[in-house]
């Protein structure tokens, strides 16, 4: 079992930035997929974006140009700097790990809030 710790959430007004951390409890390089996931309120849990143990990048449409994922290996953690943010970009975002078996782990998850 992974366990995941997100964080770096907040408020920011629109156009702001943010990056978010998400910190395994094991190492991450072998993980098949990492990636983070965002659920508005009233609405179902979507893909934002994926890092593969290749280093293979999927970003949703919504996103694309302004978050990147990325991971330090040596710190176990994968990031998604988040720029030019919109009102509804606003949602808790929650961190997933997917191993080769299939087997997958969420984090918590960490508010992301945009407002003027």
């Known amino acids: 079992q992974v366990q995941l710790a997100e964080s770096g959430g907040g408020l920011v007004q629109p156009g702001g930035s943010l990056r978010l951390s998400c910190a395994a409890s094991r190492s991450i390089s072998a993980i098949y997929v990492m990636g983070w996931y965002r659920q508005a309120p009233g609405k179902q849990r979507e893909l934002v974006a994926t890092i593969t143990s290749g280093g293979g990048l999927h970003y949703a449409e919504s996103v694309k140009g302004r978050f990147t994922i990325s991971r330090d290996n040596a710190k176990n953690t994968v990031y998604l700097q988040m720029n030019g943010l919109k009102t509804e970009d606003t949602a808790i975002y929650y961190c997933?790990?997917?191993?080769?078996?299939?087997?997958?782990?969420w984090g918590q998850g960490t508010q992301v809030t945009v407002s003027s």
């Open positions: 997933r790990s997917t191993l080769a078996t299939m087997e997958t782990n």
